[in-house]
């Protein structure tokens, strides 16, 4: 049987299956620290789940909105205008299961088959595999770690054709934890004005996680370019809801109407019950906040330990919860991630999964206890000093 070409080329997820093989190795061996995956490791607020349960014993279990349940959907809007600046209302948002679908929408939507779409690296995975998946062609942009991976109008412009349909950008970032800096805007700024007819896919799901009061900003709060960002934004990892499968998108009307169409084929609707804990997220403000701050000295706590390992560096993240650590070494990342899981039972994610082709990083996830991350730089030091020939 010859399945379908465009999705049998695309590489499975590598950091969803090194998350299941790790688990899997974890089971055999608990001393391994698995610091593979993109999951908070606190539990769903309490007020959130205590919605759901009530909503499920009211009956609300059928169908709903296709768009979305709209009292979501209207305070979603609210947010965006107000802590984004970006003016859309509740008929340009649409509901969906996790931001990752959000993600393939906007892709589906847009790219026609032979059309490129310009992502970031190191960037995440599943970028480039929707585009391909999806009959596009997605072209690299490849940022630079002493450069602290700052974007520029060249680079960008190095990359684009008269095929190009789509800039796809992620801040705060998965995996370097940068956020847009001024200088960022200014090169987008440039490159977006001399190509107007680029639309920009903007994942902003790590938003509410940012350190050192730094403050991030959204594209689609520049009045010019409003109309053709497309804000993907959810649940999953500022709400600690990853398995709640919620997220969503906002994007222009004459859009909108190409996504619902495609979502009223896949999916229906996303359910209803949850959408109502999703709700009461969107005001457990406290408790994303007294994540971050955990998130936060983990970050200083990681930033402090790496500096004091030889033959390592950790550029220090502005926002999301991964330490992208960088290693002088002559293996390759796969190679390194490998014998580092071997050697001190200490699992990441290799930096060539995310496109990281210049010098040898990996993605430690620091959604994991003090306690861990501690054994971890201690584990770390160790295999530095008597492993890496340093
Ligand atoms: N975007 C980025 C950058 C992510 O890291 C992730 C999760 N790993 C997602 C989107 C998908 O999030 P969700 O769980 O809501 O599908």
Redesign the pocket.
């Known amino acids: 049987m010859e399945f379908n070409r465009q999705i049998s080329n695309v590489e499975p997820s590598k950091?969803v299956t090194l998350l299941t093989k790790t688990k899997e190795l974890q089971k055999i061996d608990p001393e391994i620290l698995n610091l593979t995956g993109?999951?908070p490791d606190f539990p769903t607020p309490k007020a959130i789940c205590d919605t759901v349960v009530a909503e499920l014993a009211a009956g609300h279990t059928h169908y709903s909105d296709s768009r979305g349940d709209a009292q979501l959907r209207a305070r979603i809007a609210r947010k965006l205008q107000e802590e984004n600046h970006a003016p859309f209302q509740p008929e340009n948002i649409l509901i969906?299961?996790?931001?990752?679908?959000?993600?393939y929408l906007t892709i589906r939507a847009l790219i026609n088959p032979g059309d490129e779409a310009i992502w970031l690296t190191p960037?995440?995975v599943?970028y480039p595999s929707i585009v391909e998946a999806s009959g596009g062609i997605p072209v690299a942009v490849h940022l630079k770690y002493e450069e602290n991976y700052r974007i520029t109008a060249e680079a960008l412009e190095a990359a684009v054709s008269d095929k190009t349909k789509l800039l796809i950008i992620?801040y705060p970032?998965?995996p370097t934890g940068q956020i847009l800096t001024e200088a960022d805007i200014q090169a987008l700024t440039v490159f977006l004005r001399k190509h107007p007819n680029i639309y920009v896919l903007s994942?902003e799901?790590?938003e509410k996680i940012v350190y050192d009061q730094k403050q991030i900003i959204s594209l689609a709060s520049i009045p010019e370019f409003f109309d053709r960002v497309v804000i993907?934004n959810?649940?999953?990892?500022c709400s600690a809801?990853?398995g709640w499968?919620?997220?969503y998108l906002a994007c222009n009307t004459a859009m909108y109407q190409v996504v619902l169409k495609l979502f009223q084929h896949s999916i229906s609707c996303t359910s209803g019950f949850l959408q109502r804990g999703a709700l009461t997220a969107m005001d457990c403000v406290e408790k994303t906040e007294q994540m971050r701050q955990a998130y936060e000295k983990r970050k200083n706590l990681l930033v402090k330990g790496i500096h004091e390992i030889p033959g390592v560096e950790l550029l220090t993240p502005a926002g999301?919860f991964y330490a992208w650590v960088k290693f002088d070494t002559d293996m390759d990342s796969e190679t390194l991630c490998n014998d580092l899981l071997d050697k001190a039972k200490i699992a990441g994610v290799p930096g060539i999964a995310y496109g990281e082709e210049d010098c040898v990083c990996i993605r430690f996830s620091f959604a994991a206890s003090e306690d861990v991350l501690r054994t971890m730089l201690e584990r770390l030091k160790t295999y530095q000093t008597t492993h890496n020939d340093l």
């Open positions: 950091s993109g999951e969906t299961p996790g931001a990752k679908y959000a993600v960037g995440w599943s992620n970032n998965n994942d799901i790590y993907v959810g649940f999953s990892k809801m990853t499968r919620l997220g999301a």
